[in-house]
């Protein structure tokens, strides 16, 4: 309310000065300070001295370690501080959230990493983050928060621009047993790689590849058409990238439906030799898993025990 702000302004923010109030506020579209960020989003140093001041003064920064080192503002603080970034004329949020983004890359934070993408309005880096590292949290078991990324670009202009995320995420919403959802990503992605002025995506992979795998993936035309969609996702994914494993695995799995298991065996070993866990685990694990099905119908429970030995350690 006005007068819970009024408090907090005049009572709370107003004894700090007006120094530590601007850096508490140019921050404030950040979740949790460290010296070392702040420094990097406001191209300053000292940022960690001021924040131990600032915590010494009262009790609304809220300490996340027993070093020091990181905080977050008390909830009713930070809002009212979003609330006067929001207004602040001479702040360059856009600026400021790419120097985060870019510290967060950098020190192996993608959540943070994505959250900052999008506060600045970057498409294309908040696109290759979303691809590079919902597949890897999906593998960590962070369902929620790869459902979360998805959801906040359901509705962007995001889609329209980079049918690579489209195609993620109608592989996330398949996989997480929600056909419905996977199946109106998957269209969306094939109208906007029809519109896309792109041919290639991330790592230099082709546009029509990335649908070819959604389309795979899904495999609602039956094994001969998952056979020509996975064929074309293998041949135009990069050989460095973390999808070309599920490429090959879904390679293996239509070759093992039209029938030609030496084809399909071939195609899981690549799968599996492709790219280590975790950034691909749920492709190894499925093309492990198939190994050993093709080893079951050979009779051979040697090498079935071995295959379902080694999907269980990826996954576990």
């Known amino acids: 309310t006005s007068a819970i702000a009024d408090y907090l302004h005049s009572e709370i923010l107003a004894p700090l000065g007006i120094q530590h109030v601007a850096f508490l506020r140019r921050t404030a579209f950040l979740d949790r300070l460290s010296g070392p960020l702040c420094d990097a989003v406001l191209q300053r140093g000292g940022s960690g001295v001021q924040l131990a001041i600032i915590a010494a003064a009262n ?23 979003r609330a006067d970034l929001v207004i602040d004329e001479e702040a360059d949020v856009p600026a400021m959230a790419t120097r985060a ?10 959540a943070e990493a994505i959250a900052a993408a999008r506060i600045a309005g970057d498409d294309g880096r908040l696109a290759a983050l ?3 590292h919902s597949q890897i949290a999906f593998n960590h078991g962070r369902i929620a928060t790869v ?4 959801d906040e670009s359901e509705d962007a202009p995001l889609l329209r621009r980079h049918p690579e995320v489209a195609v993620a995420g109608s592989m996330y919403f398949a996989l997480s047993g929600d ?69 090959l695995t879904l390679l293996g799995v239509a070759r093992y439906l039209t029938g030609d298991d030496a084809a399909a ?15 691909a685990a749920s492709g190894r694990a499925l093309a492990l898993c198939y190994r050993a ?24």
């Not at 459902?147 to 998805?150: D, G, M, N, S, T």
């Not at 429970?301 to 996954?315: D, N, Q």
């Open 130 to 132: 979303l691809v590079r």
């Open 101 to 110: 983004a870019d510290w967060f890359e950098a020190h192996d934070a993608p």
């Open 147 to 150: 459902e979360r990324w998805f």
């Open 265 to 279: 065996h071939n195609a899981f070993v690549d799968a599996d030799r492709a790219v280590l866990p975790p950034d």
């Open 59 to 81: 009790h609304f920064l809220v300490p996340l370690d027993d070093r020091g080192l990181w905080w977050r503002p008390h909830h009713l603080l930070h809002d009212l501080l």
């Open 179 to 247: 056909a419905r959802r996977a199946a109106q990503w998957l269209q969306q992605a094939g109208i906007a790689a029809e519109r896309s002025d792109r041919s290639v995506g991330p790592d230099g992979d082709s546009i029509s590849a990335w649908v070819a795998l959604g389309r795979a993936l899904m495999g609602q035309d039956g094994a001969a058409a998952m056979l020509a969609d996975a064929t074309l996702s293998v041949g135009g994914l990069s050989s460095l990238g973390q999808w070309r494993t599920a490429a």
């Open 293 to 316: 099905t093709i080893a079951i119908e050979r009779g051979d429970w040697a090498a079935t025990s071995g295959f379902v030995g080694l999907a269980r350690e990826v996954v576990m």
